[in-house]
């Protein structure tokens, strides 16, 4: 079935339209977009759509608030940079749109003066010129396989691999940026013997179904690809939002295309969102802030204005206004940056995040994440279910995977922003709280059973600076199921902490991207896997991954998930089994060195998803059953397990899309400041000498 007709566009002829609705910004200088666009205000519109509260032609915040209509861009116009300028170029025409095309303020526009070459400006120990030396400058190896690759790549042309800072080769292993990698289980992998048993490996007929799968799973806008639906299950008669792009939903989506060679998917739905990031969005006559990234978006066929029968296409966002809770999508920004990254990396276009208006959406999400507030912590503070687990979940305040996510964004935009003049600041900004964040995760949300044992023996009430127990933590706090749970070895970070509040439970995606983005110490990420594999019946079992551990039953489920049906013990959010983990994993252990463990999860998934209809997640302890109301053909699931098998074939792509320790950030450790005695406490410090750096 195709994308289009799962979201009910009319098959008459359409002709497209991105509706958008912005307000000045007084962010980057007054007004930076209008300003920045000198035809701006010929954009400008009064309300052209029938959702009053997303474009209004005035409000009463005092703000400038103004709807813009784009009509018609069969293809994404692309703005060239070109002499420190960015010039719009229209894209051409299919023959089947109508093109009244206007470049609007909020989407395009030159920026004269503001970009300039990379490295004119130089801002002590801010970002580096990371990408330009990527391993990725060869589109062409994109399906090449073979782990000798990482440091053979012939197409270096003359730029130093980053990501792959360090590799030292002895006997069947090498150390890849300072992980082990066991060398013999990839040169296992590739020299599977007869080409037989590589082409079975190259695409299984299982794999042949996911890829046929997830290409249905396509949305195209203005008869371009732009995205995949959350879901495509033709026996579902009630697909409440599934049938929309969801901006998280779209990673693994992306990944395996980028993976496949298939970029042009991953460039117009990271253009396209763009564009709705500057939507007026309003609950109720309250905006959040701007640079808030929808949690998903429609595509949508609407009567053409002044026509008699004809459609025009276009985009409708969802910024948490229509989503069940009206919670906002912290996580969305953040993914989308961390999606314009591997972006760069995979593909080696570099062009795409240097544009002024990918470069003004990066700005906008990270001032939104910086801003000042009351807040005590470095850590992101949100309301519950702002994230993958989007409901009442006992997750507001700092939640573990919003925390993880926010750290591999600052890590991207450091690598990604153009420093000058305008960005210094946020650059430093960035650095500053990139140093404070690892620094209270490591110290704080760390749980292995030396940490409990501390917790079990704290003194309590202690009003002072040098507090021991900071949080005033109750050992009371400490669940029973953890006491037996808590193996020896290993440990994870804890699901969120708040005064007087420490949630134990394990979350697997703030885990995983922990260890991705080295937001712990090499031993705290070797930590996780080994908690992982000793644990390997709770969080595995039959299907990878348990999403949280353990199950919040009987009152604890009644008072923290308000009585949700859907949450009940063991089911969806609340200790439900989600395949679409395993991708996340899959790095993990390729990151770790341990591509073995990754393999077992795959071999279990590829088991049962497509037999089982590729269902969105699993219920029961061990994850035996399909989720009583999950979706099937869910498209995460499909694009996920695509990806972790290309991953593990191609783990010098994998390798791209992880970071290693930043020792820069290690030496501008915020507890260094507290002299020699919080010096020995700090864990940066034993991070680095267990690295011996
Ligand atoms: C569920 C998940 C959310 C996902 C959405 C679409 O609401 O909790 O993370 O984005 O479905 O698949």
Not at 75 to 95: D, L, T
Not at 166 to 172: H, L, M
Not at 582 to 588: I, P, V
């Amino acid at each position: 079935m195709s994308s289009s007709s799962s979201i009910g566009i009319s098959t008459v002829k359409p002709c497209c339209r991105i509706l958008i609705g912005y307000r000045g910004s007084s962010i980057f200088g007054s007004h930076a977009r209008s300003l920045e666009n000198p035809n701006s205000s010929k954009s400008h519109s009064k309300s052209i759509h029938n959702r009053g509260s997303y474009c209004s032609s005035s409000r009463n915040s005092g703000r400038s608030s103004h709807c813009i209509v784009q009509r018609c861009i069969a293809h994404q116009p692309s703005s060239v940079v070109h002499g420190g300028r960015a010039f719009i170029s229209s894209a051409s025409a299919s023959s089947n749109s109508i093109i009244r095309s206007r470049i609007s303020a909020a989407g395009f526009y030159a920026d004269s003066g503001i970009l300039r070459r990379r490295g004119v400006l130089l801002v002590p120990k801010v970002a580096s010129d990371y990408r330009n030396q990527s391993t990725s400058v060869d589109n062409n190896h994109v399906n090449e396989k073979g782990f000798e690759q990482i440091y053979i790549q012939g197409g270096f042309n003359n730029v130093k691999p980053l990501v792959i800072e360090e590799i030292e080769k002895s006997g069947n292993s090498v150390v890849l940026n300072g992980s082990a990698v066991d060398l013999d289980y990839f040169k296992e992998l590739n020299e599977k013997t007869t080409p037989q048993e590589k082409d079975e490996r190259v695409a299984s007929e299982i794999e042949k179904e996911a890829w046929k799968l997830l290409r249905a799973a396509t949305v195209t806008y203005c008869g371009s690809p732009v995205g995949t639906v959350a879901a495509n299950d033709p026996g579902d008669k009630q697909p409440l939002n599934y049938d929309q792009v969801f901006i998280r939903d779209f990673v693994p989506s992306a990944l395996a295309f980028l993976l496949n060679g298939d970029a042009e998917i991953v460039k117009n739905f990271l253009l396209h969102t763009l564009q709705l990031q500057s939507w007026e969005k309003t609950v109720d006559c309250y905006s959040p802030g701007q640079g808030l990234m929808p949690a998903s978006f429609k595509v949508r066929s609407v009567p053409l204005e002044g026509t008699e029968g004809e459609f025009e296409e276009v985009l409708d966002p969802d910024f948490g206004e229509s989503a069940i809770g009206r919670v906002a999508p912290v996580d969305s920004g953040l993914w989308w940056i961390i999606m314009l990254r591997a972006y760069g990396k995979i593909t080696g276009d570099y062009t795409l995040q240097e544009r002024v208006d990918v470069q003004t959406g990066i700005r906008l999400i990270l001032n939104l994440c910086l801003s000042d507030g009351f807040d005590m912590f470095p850590t992101l503070l949100v309301t519950d279910g702002s994230c993958m687990i989007d409901r009442r979940m006992g997750i507001h305040g700092h939640p573990l995977e919003i925390q993880a996510l926010f750290y591999s964004a600052l890590r991207c935009g450091r690598e990604m922003l153009t420093v000058h003049d305008g960005t210094k600041n946020l650059v430093a900004a960035i650095n500053k709280r990139l140093s404070a964040l690892s620094f209270h995760m490591r110290e704080y949300y760390w749980v292995d059973m030396k940490k409990i044992n501390e917790i079990y023996r704290y003194k309590t009430e202690e009003y002072s600076t040098d507090a021991v127990n900071k949080f005033n933590i109750y050992p009371e706090q400490i669940p029973s199921w953890l006491v037996d749970w808590i193996p020896e070895e290993g440990g994870y970070f804890m699901g969120n902490l708040q005064p007087a509040h420490m949630d134990f439970r394990f979350f697997t995606l703030g885990n995983l991207w922990s260890i991705i983005s080295s937001l712990g110490t090499r031993e705290q990420n070797e930590g996780i896997l080994d908690l992982i594999d000793t644990k390997w019946d709770d969080l595995v079992a039959h299907m990878p991954l348990k999403i949280s551990y353990p199950a919040m039953e009987g009152e604890e489920w009644r008072i923290i998930t308000g009585s949700d049906p859907k949450n009940t013990p063991w089911s969806y959010h609340n200790g439900g089994s989600w395949p679409t983990l395993l991708w996340q994993f899959t790095l993990a252990c390729i990151k770790m060195g341990r591509p073995e463990l990754a393999q077992k999860a795959v071999s279990l998934a590829e088991q049962r998803l497509a037999a089982d209809g590729w269902p969105e997640y699993y219920d029961t302890r061990g994850g035996r059953f399909i989720g009583k109301q999950s979706r099937n053909y869910q498209t995460w699931t499909i694009a996920g397990f695509l990806t972790s098998k290309m991953l593990l074939e191609n783990p010098e792509k994998a390798s791209l899309l992880f970071w290693d320790e930043d020792y820069e950030l290690l030496e501008t450790c915020v507890c260094a400041l507290g002299g020699k005695a919080s010096r020995k406490k700090c864990s940066r410090f034993a991070a680095r000498s267990q690295d011996g750096a």
